[in-house]
C-alpha cells in the first residue's frame, strides 16, 4: 500500500484502487476549503497514475461528509473577497469538474451522513454505493439557503421531480436504502457490507478495458443535453476516437474471441485484457 500525504483527506494506493478520505471526522468530515485545495492536488496526480485504476471516495468515521464547512467555507470567508473566490473555485474544480471527468471510474462510498454539499461529489461519481443506514439530507431549507454550488443541479440529474422537490423543500432525511430507491446511489448494502461489495465492484471494473471504460463514461455523460442527430454524431466520433486510444485493441480481440474461437461469450464476460 501506497500512501499520499495530506492535510485534509487520505489517499491509500491499494490493488489498483485509489482510496480517497475525506479525514475531518471530529467535523463530520465538512468541506472547508483546504479539503478542496487537497481535492484538486490528489485527483489531478491520481487520474495520470498507472498504479490507480478505479478510485474510490469515502468519509472517516460515522460521515461520507457533513456537506459544507458553515464556518471555515461560508462564516469565516464572508468579508475576505480574494479568499473566498480561491475556495470556491478550488471546490468547484474538485468536486465536479475533476471529478466527473476523471478519466477512470470512480465509486462514492457512503458510508454515513451525507448532507448538502457532499450530494455534489457524490452524484459526480460514476457509482455510488451506500450503506442502507446511511443518513443523507438536503438540509439547506433548515439553514435558510438553496441548495447551492451544484446541488440543485445534481439532484435534478438523479432524483424525479417529485422526490426532488420532497427532500429540498421539507429538508427530511432519508436512509440509504431510499436513496438507491428514488435513484440518487447506485445501490445500497447492509453497512458490514459496504467495502467488500465496493472492492467487488471494482475488481469488476478492473477486467474491462480501461480505454474502452473511460469512452463509455464520457459518452454517457455528455450525450444526455444533445439532440440524437448531435448525439449520433458525438458517439460515432467517440467510437473512432475509442479505436486509436484503445491500444489493447479490444474490440478486433473481441470480434476475434467470439466468431473465429469461439472462445468466450461476451454477453456474460468481458474480452480477456492484453
Ligand atoms: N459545517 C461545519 N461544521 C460542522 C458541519 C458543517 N456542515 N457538520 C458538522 N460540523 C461540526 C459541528 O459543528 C461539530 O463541531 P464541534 O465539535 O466543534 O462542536 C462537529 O462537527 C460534530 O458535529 P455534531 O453535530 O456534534 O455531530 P453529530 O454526529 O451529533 O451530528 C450531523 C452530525 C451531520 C447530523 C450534524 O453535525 C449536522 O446536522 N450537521 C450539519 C449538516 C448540514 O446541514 N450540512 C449542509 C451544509 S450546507
Same mark, same amino acid.
Given at each position: 500500500?501506497?500512501?499520499?500525504?495530506?492535510?485534509t483527506?487520505?489517499?491509500?494506493?491499494?490493488?489498483?484502487?485509489?482510496?480517497?478520505?475525506?479525514?475531518?471526522?471530529?467535523? $463530520?468530515?465538512?468541506?472547508?476549503?483546504?479539503?478542496a485545495?487537497?481535492?484538486?492536488?490528489?485527483? /489531478?496526480?491520481?487520474?495520470?497514475?498507472?498504479?490507480?485504476?478505479?478510485?474510490v471516495?469515502?468519509g472517516?468515521?460515522?460521515?461520507f461528509?457533513?456537506?459544507?464547512?458553515l @464556518?471555515?467555507?461560508?462564516?469565516?470567508?464572508?468579508?475576505?473577497?480574494?479568499?473566498?473566490? =480561491?475556495?470556491r473555485?478550488?471546490?468547484?474544480?474538485y468536486?465536479? %469538474?475533476?471529478?466527473?471527468?476523471?478519466? @477512470?471510474?470512480?465509486?462514492?462510498?457512503?458510508?454515513?451522513?451525507?448532507?448538502?454539499?457532499a450530494f455534489?461529489?457524490?452524484?459526480?461519481?460514476?457509482?455510488?454505493?451506500? *450503506?442502507?443506514?446511511?443518513?443523507?439530507?438536503?438540509?439547506?431549507?433548515?439553514?435558510g439557503?438553496?441548495?447551492?454550488?451544484l446541488?440543485? @443541479?445534481?439532484?435534478?440529474?438523479t432524483?424525479?421531480y417529485?422526490?426532488?422537490?420532497? %427532500?429540498?423543500?421539507?429538508?427530511?432525511?432519508?436512509?440509504?436504502?431510499?436513496?438507491?430507491?428514488?435513484?440518487?446511489?447506485? %445501490? *445500497?448494502v447492509?453497512? =458490514? $457490507?459496504?467495502?467488500?461489495e465496493?472492492?467487488?465492484?471494482?475488481?469488476?471494473?478492473?477486467?474491462?478495458?480501461?480505454?474502452?471504460?473511460?469512452a463509455?463514461?464520457?459518452?454517457?455523460?455528455?450525450?444526455a443535453?444533445?439532440?440524437?442527430?448531435?448525439?449520433?454524431? %458525438?458517439?460515432?466520433?467517440?467510437s473512432?476516437q475509442?479505436?486509436? $486510444?484503445?491500444a489493447?485493441? /479490444?474490440? =478486433?480481440?473481441?470480434? @476475434?474471441?467470439?466468431?473465429?474461437?469461439?472462445?468466450?461469450?461476451?454477453?456474460?464476460?468481458?474480452?480477456?485484457r =492484453?
Amino acid at each position: 500500500m501506497t500512501e499520499m500525504t495530506y492535510k485534509t483527506i487520505l489517499v491509500n494506493k491499494e490493488n489498483g484502487i485509489a482510496w480517497v478520505t475525506f479525514n475531518r471526522p471530529d467535523k $463530520r468530515n465538512a468541506i472547508s476549503p483546504q479539503v478542496a485545495f487537497d481535492m484538486v492536488d490528489a485527483l /489531478t496526480k491520481l487520474d495520470t497514475d498507472p498504479d490507480v485504476r478505479v478510485l474510490v471516495l469515502t468519509g472517516a468515521g460515522d460521515a461520507f461528509s457533513a456537506g459544507m464547512d458553515l @464556518k471555515l467555507f461560508f462564516r469565516d470567508l464572508d468579508d475576505k473577497p480574494v479568499e473566498q473566490a =480561491a475556495a470556491r473555485e478550488a471546490v468547484r474544480r474538485y468536486e465536479w %469538474y475533476k471529478l466527473s471527468n476523471f478519466s @477512470k471510474p470512480t465509486i462514492a462510498m457512503v458510508n454515513g451522513y451525507c448532507f448538502g454539499g457532499a450530494f455534489i461529489p457524490l452524484v459526480a461519481c460514476d457509482f455510488a454505493i451506500a *450503506a442502507e443506514d446511511a443518513t443523507f439530507g438536503l438540509s439547506e431549507v433548515n439553514w435558510g439557503i438553496l441548495p447551492g454550488g451544484l446541488v440543485s @443541479k445534481v439532484v435534478s440529474m438523479t432524483m424525479n421531480y417529485r422526490q426532488s422537490l420532497y %427532500y429540498a423543500m421539507t429538508g427530511r432525511p432519508f436512509d440509504g436504502k431510499t436513496a438507491a430507491d428514488i435513484g440518487l446511489v447506485t %445501490y *445500497a448494502v447492509p453497512r =458490514a $457490507r459496504l467495502r467488500d461489495e465496493v472492492v467487488e465492484l471494482a475488481a469488476d471494473l478492473m477486467t474491462k478495458s480501461p480505454a474502452v471504460l473511460r469512452a463509455t463514461k464520457e459518452t454517457l455523460k455528455h450525450v444526455a443535453l444533445l439532440s440524437p442527430d448531435e448525439a449520433y454524431e %458525438y458517439i460515432q466520433a467517440k467510437s473512432e476516437q475509442l479505436r486509436f $486510444r484503445d491500444a489493447e485493441n /479490444t474490440r =478486433a480481440r473481441g470480434m @476475434k474471441g467470439f466468431l473465429d474461437e469461439k472462445a468466450y461469450k461476451p454477453g456474460f464476460t468481458p474480452v480477456k485484457r =492484453a
